[in-house]
T-cell receptor, first 113, second 115 residues
Framework: GQQLNQSPQSMFIQEGEDVSMNCTSS?????WLWYKQDPGEGPVLLIA?????ELTSNGRLTAQFGITRKDSFLNISASIPSDVGIYFC?????????????FGKGTKLSVKP | EPEVTQTPSHQVTQMGQEVILRCVPI?????FYWYRQILGQKVEFLVS????????KSEIFDDQFSVERPDGSNFTLKIRSTKLEDSAMYFC?????????????FGSGTRLTVV
């Protein structure tokens, strides 16, 4: 099936550090979404990107839709303990259906106070 | 903030039994979805539902699965004869319009354990 390659798989950082994670695909995507999942909870939408080259911020979070439409990154600045969780990229493949949101395997973020 | 509500939060069932997972989507949303997440793995699409019919389903969504909107507020996922490999978190989601426009709102999930 369609793969979204998300990296890194996990990160251990010190509070206050900046974080960067990314997703790549061999296929073109129409949208890129970044979700955060806390233990025992459903994914919560952080940022949605709809146009190639788009750069969007949400507080300390910044994400970009790559100009090739095959990648996206998420940056978190000045991390805090509550940033701990699993971050998923997700997207709709160009030419794909509206129903099928494809997820990456997630980046598990741990923050040491 | 409007929420997608799922019940139960955890269900344990014996292999071969039928289970029904329940969801109450956000009231003005028109598109409904079920996803599942096997422990430690990525979230996978099962089915999308619009205008009282399935609009798309994945390979995972075989004849053992069915969905229904029995009334104006509930959206259910039924697994007719559960297998051990059906053990997973099942997430319901809804969106106001096509998901490409707005993204989803997910519920907190139902953890299904098949023993």
């Amino acid at each position: 099936g369609q793969q979204l390659n998300q990296s890194p798989q996990s990160m251990f950082i010190q509070e206050g550090e900046d974080v960067s994670m990314n997703c790549t695909s061999s296929s073109i995507f129409n949208t890129w979404l970044w979700y955060k999942q806390d233990p025992g909870e459903g994914p919560v939408l952080l940022i949605a990107l709809y146009k190639a080259g788009e750069l969007t911020s949400n507080g300390r979070l910044t994400a970009q839709f790559g100009i090739t439409r095959k990648d996206s990154f998420l940056n978190i600045s000045a991390s805090i303990p509550s940033d701990v969780g699993i971050y998923f990229c997700a997207g709709h493949k160009y030419g794909g259906s509206q129903g099928n949101l494809i997820f990456g395997k997630g980046t598990k973020l741990s923050v040491k106070p | 903030e409007p929420e997608v509500t799922q019940t139960p939060s955890h269900q344990v069932t014996q292999m071969g039994q039928e289970v029904i997972l329940r969801c109450v989507p956000i009231s003005n949303h028109l598109y409904f979805y079920w996803y599942r997440q096997i422990l430690g793995q990525k979230v996978e699409f099962l089915v999308s539902f619009y205008n009282n019919e399935i609009s798309e389903k994945s390979e995972i969504f075989d004849d053992q699965f069915s969905v229904e909107r029995p009334d104006g507020s509930n959206f259910t996922l039924k697994i007719r004869s559960t297998k051990l490999e059906d053990s997973a978190m099942y997430f319901c989601a809804s969106s106001e319009a096509r998901q490409g426009d707005y993204g989803y709102t997910f519920g907190s999930g139902t953890r299904l354990t098949v023993v």
